[in-house]
């Protein structure tokens, strides 16, 4: 346990102590009142719309030590009231956490493992979670904390952890390379190279460049990478000779394969073929990506020196977050998937293949819009239309201003106008899966977020459960 004493935040933060006892030691860190628990330091962290600095007496009444806190006033009547409490003032709290966050971190002398890609981080930092869980007490990141301030507060989670698995998150150029000046990763992933973002960041060449900088905050790091994704593959080829690099893939010639690949809706199997190795594999989860996913945890439990029966447990045992690829199957055979947590092209198209490759009954596809693509959004949106014809998707349905390229384009691939519906709003889209749906029929649930596709997901089952 290496908890952080009052004089060392000072120092690190060049903060000034208001009042408090220096010898203290904070524990637990939070940035929401809502949630504080007794003995927590509380950062009042500055956003766009608010200001956590102001929630400081709060912060202290429902029982917090410490506050760090920026541009606030404190009263000699402010300190009578709290006279037991640490009260620390900054001048912006936001680089303050960052401080603390690292300083934190250089403490461990722990394997260190950054996550970062366009598609897949979460499921993939998960399965790599799992994998090293059965060596090492590990800290990951929870959810999809994977920003500026996720990133740092996972830090100040670590207690007596052995090692720590962290997703990096970005939408701009330069975000990923603070979070690993942050974190200091030894064990560098790179998952792929898509289209997320690709709105704001103008191409997937500099989508690429934003997923590098998870290499600026590392020393001399292991780099994992997805050696199948045309553009890493094109930077392993330039960077072999001068890097550690490990290529894991199922096309290319990679350190680490998978092979005789069998794959279902719900799960698949192959074998992994490393060196002169070879581990039979079960993945709990279907589709080629997540075959991909167990790859890559493969190889950081090799580096890991984890045994090949606690890397295939590992693989074996792990679970999905919620929303994502969440099948229920009902009384009457159908199967209803909930992807609908987020969605980008790759996604979808990922998606749709489990969908197509599905042996039931009917194959229906409920899709919503995939956001923050800017200039690209037509484009991919009539890639995801050409995807559904290429599975051999029987219904479509779509909900979202953008989905109508998604519909021209199964239109113009040849799918039939009467399999295809183009809807208002998610009650239509209920209706109409409740008007159309047969037992055994398997429908796939997908869209951006903010689309809140879960909404039709969870009232669709509802109704089916009765």
């Not at 908890?3 to 933060?13: A, S």
């Not at 009578?80 to 680089?95: A, G, S």
């Not at 409740?434 to 809140?452: G, R």
């Amino acid at each position: 346990m290496k908890n952080l004493k009052i004089e060392e935040i000072i120092k690190v933060t060049e903060g000034e102590l208001i009042q408090g006892d220096k010898e203290y030691e904070c524990i637990n860190f939070s940035k929401d009142t809502r949630s504080i628990q007794k003995e927590d330091c509380y950062i009042g962290i500055k956003g766009a719309s608010f200001d956590g600095s102001k929630f400081w007496k709060q912060a202290l009444d429902q029982g917090a030590s410490t506050v760090i806190v920026e541009n606030v006033e404190i009263t000699e009547e402010d300190k009578k009231q709290y006279p037991k409490k640490n009260i620390i003032k900054v001048e912006n709290t936001l680089e303050a956490l960052y401080k603390i966050a690292n300083y934190k971190r250089n403490k461990y002398n722990i394997p260190v493992i950054g996550i970062t890609g366009s598609v897949g981080k979460t499921s993939t930092k998960d399965m790599v979670a799992n994998v090293v869980s059965q060596k090492y007490k590990t800290l990951k990141t929870l959810g999809n904390n994977n920003n500026n301030i996720g990133l740092p507060f996972t830090i100040l989670r670590l207690k007596d952890e052995e090692a720590m698995v962290l997703e990096m998150g970005m939408d701009h150029l330069r975000e990923i390379s603070l979070l690993s000046t942050i974190a200091r990763p030894n064990i560098c992933v790179i998952t792929n190279i898509g289209t997320s973002h690709i709105g704001i960041l103008g191409s997937q060449e500099n989508i690429l460049k934003a997923k590098l900088e998870i290499l600026e905050g590392a020393d001399n790091p292991t780099i994992i990478i997805n050696n199948d994704d045309k553009f890493l593959n094109k930077w392993y080829k330039q960077n072999k000779n001068d890097k550690n690099i490990i290529t894991y893939g199922i096309e290319n010639q990679s350190d680490i394969m998978a092979k005789d690949i069998k794959l279902t809706i719900e799960n698949s199997e192959y074998t992994c073929v490393l060196n002169d190795e070879k581990i039979n594999m079960y993945v709990p989860v279907g589709g080629e990506h997540f075959v991909l996913n167990s790859l890559c945890a493969t190889a950081i439990g090799k580096v890991l020196e984890i045994s090949n029966e606690k890397i295939e447990k590992g693989i074996k045992s792990f679970e999905l977050t919620k929303q994502r690829m969440d099948i229920t199957e009902l009384e009457t055979g159908i199967k209803v998937i909930n992807d609908a947590y987020n969605a980008n092209c790759e996604s979808m198209k990922a998606s749709l293949k489990i969908l197509g490759s599905s042996k039931e009954n009917r194959k229906i596809a409920v899709l919503g819009d995939m956001l923050n693509l800017g200039e690209y959004s037509k484009d991919l949106h009539r890639k995801v239309g050409e995807a559904v014809v290429k599975n051999k998707i029987d219904i479509l349905i779509c909900q979202g201003e953008e989905t109508k390229y998604i519909v021209e384009e199964a239109e113009r691939q040849g799918m039939s106008k009467e399999k295809i519906y183009k809807l208002e709003n998610r009650e239509q889209v209920i209706e109409k899966l409740n008007k159309i749906v047969k037992p055994e029929d398997v429908i796939l649930i997908k869209a951006s977020n903010s689309m809140k596709f879960y909404e039709i997901a969870e009232k669709f089952i509802a109704i089916h459960k009765k």
